[in-house]
């Protein structure tokens, strides 16, 4: 980066951080810390909630995942408003009326402490280990940046987000968001804008969507439809966003600590509300926008030379390998491809179908030689990880300077608004749910409100730790997270369903239930990695939180017998 980039860069996290330490001051007590001492407005909590999902892997991987798979990936937010509906009718009333920290005491009052513990240990499980990826994402920008290890910036964000975590609590994480949405976004759209400014004289907004729509990449809608039968196996499509996508965020929003725990902060139901509601109008818009630059920037490659590989650490490895020669002979195959795409898009406002039909195949033949570099570099012991990446080297190498540094900013931005409220909501879970469940000791507020610190730090510890971990996977960093979350997210969500809506099923038969359903989603989940069959994730939200209800109302029976 130039030195405009790196003041840029520094200013904006430095300041980001020094309001955030003004906003912290709150009650030293549980309340304070974890929940801002329920004062906030329903603007703060929309940022918030909008903060808290939009991690630096919705700004780092979304825009790449589009460039690979297109557009499709939104029908995954397409159930989010109905969802929100129903979290607003049912949710929010019950959690406000008992003044709960956490969503899982609610769950102690109708059923057993057995079946909040596991409710609890399920959401620490799954959030501790997508904070970890979380975490992992921004490590990426500093190892593009220093030329460093991947496990060296790991350690370093890890760090670095620790201290800003345990320093804050939830009134520095809703404050700090809010200026971070702001810069996000706009930072967002001048990095759209410029790609746009960037092609040839004569290629517009309206061109760029035409040549991306021809690559296949604006699929925004699709029916998981193949030759004649749906196809369970298809991830993105029509049917398993609005109903696999609404049991998801029906979950994520209504039982997921990371998000009742921001909306638990508002002055009072209606506040909550209305967060959550402008939340599901404004959240598909978002997630559209974003995966478009992915497809814009697809299209800028079309008119300019495509990187062999995404990541630059590795594409230096191979050059200093005995894979040399071979890297160097599929960058000379895809010089030719590129001028045999100058050619045809040269004629594309005289002839547009016609170039258009050629661009198509010359682009097959390119990401043929680019799967093949892919191959080079895992033989040579690295990462086949490129769609991470994407977004991050268009950034570094094309836009101008200062603007580099803000986008580079407002990723580590989103990091550490949506890492800090995960904490944050490990932290509550673990102090309520857990430690001031079952100790004996009556601590007065400053030695609950410390020991709430010493929580979060150690659950820092452990995303770092998971973030080590993970660092030499290949798939799509927005994809794992959502995996991720629909192991668990239906058996949660079924408990949650079946306390508000089945009164008459209690503790023990939801809580065998809920342990069947688990072991079933991890089953189905295997079976279709090693294509036994084949089944989306999304619809294992859908499925776990029916066989909780299921399972639960046949073992409620059988026990009445």
């Known amino acids: 980066m130039r030195p405009l980039d790196w003041i ?59 460039y690979m798979d297109g557009m499709r990936f939104v029908q995954n937010y397409f159930g989010l408003p109905l969802a929100a509906i129903v979290i607003c009718i049912s949710f929010v009333p019950v959690f406000s009326k008992l003044k709960v920290f956490t969503a899982y005491e609610f769950l102690e009052n109708r059923f057993d402490v057995k079946t909040r513990s596991l409710t609890a240990f399920l959401f620490l499980l799954q959030r501790g280990l997508s904070t970890g990826i979380s975490i992992y994402a921004p490590s990426i920008i500093l190892s593009v940046l220093l030329d460093w290890n991947i496990y060296l910036t790991n350690l370093v964000m890890g760090g670095l987000l620790i201290i800003y975590t345990v320093a804050g609590g939830a009134r520095a994480v809703a404050y700090t968001q809010t200026f971070q949405f702001v810069i996000i976004m706009t930072a967002m759209f001048l990095a759209g804008y410029y790609v746009v400014m960037d092609l040839p004289a004569g290629i517009g907004f309206s061109d760029a ?23 369970w196996g298809d991830r993105y499509n029509i049917f398993s966003g609005i109903i696999g996508g609404f049991f998801l965020q029906l979950s994520y929003f209504g039982t997921d600590q990371s998000q009742v725990g921001r909306y638990l902060t508002a002055k009072n139901s209606k506040e909550s509300r209305l967060g959550l509601l402008m939340n599901g109008i404004v959240k598909i818009p978002m997630q559209f926008f974003i995966l478009l630059i992915g497809v814009l920037i697809l ?37 030719v491809i590129q001028q045999e795409k100058e050619v045809a898009l040269a004629g594309y406002k005289q002839r547009p179908r016609a170039a258009l039909e050629q661009l198509d195949t010359l682009q097959v033949r390119a990401d043929a030689v680019r799967k093949n570099v892919k191959g080079l570099v895992q033989r040579n012991g690295g990462s086949e990880n490129d769609t991470n990446y994407v977004f991050l080297r268009f950034v570094m190498d094309h836009l101008p300077a200062g603007l580099v540094g803000l986008v580079i900013a407002i990723i580590f931005l989103a990091s550490w608004g949506s890492i800090a409220a995960a904490l944050n909501s490990l932290a509550s879970s673990t102090m309520i749910d857990f430690h001031k469940r079952f100790s004996r000791k009556e601590n007065d507020d400053i030695k609950d409100f410390r020991t709430s610190r010493q929580y979060t730090f150690w659950w820092g510890v452990f995303c770092m730790a998971v973030a080590m971990f993970v660092s030499g996977w290949a798939s799509s960093l927005i994809e794992v997270v959502n995996i991720l979350g629909s192991l668990f997210y239906g058996t949660i969500l079924g408990i949650f369903l079946v306390a508000f809506y089945a009164k008459s099923i209690k503790g023990n038969a939801v809580f065998w239930s809920a342990l069947i359903t688990e072991l079933i989603v991890v089953l189905l989940f295997f079976l279709n990695e090693y294509q036994v069959i084949r089944l989306g994730f999304l619809w294992l939200n859908a499925i776990g939180a029916l066989l909780v209800w299921g399972i639960s109302w046949l073992l409620q029976r059988i026990g009445r017998k």
């Open 209 to 231: 969507l035409q040549i991306g729509g021809k690559l296949g990449k604006m699929n925004v809608v699709t029916s998981g439809v193949e030759k004649g039968h749906f196809d």
């Open 8 to 66: 840029i860069l520094v200013v904006t996290l430095v300041g980001i951080i020094l309001y955030g330490v003004y906003k912290s001051r709150t009650s030293k007590n549980l309340d304070g810390y974890f929940l801002s001492d329920r004062s906030m407005p329903w603007y703060l909590v929309l940022l918030s909630i909008m903060g808290t999902q939009a991690s630096a892997i919705t700004f780092l991987a979304a825009p790449g995942q589009a």
């Open 299 to 335: 299209t800028f490659y079309q008119f300019n030379k495509t990187p062999a590989f995404f990541n630059e650490y590795e594409i230096h490895r191979l050059e200093q390998s005995v894979h040399r020669d071979s890297l160097n002979h599929l960058r000379q195959q895809l010089q």
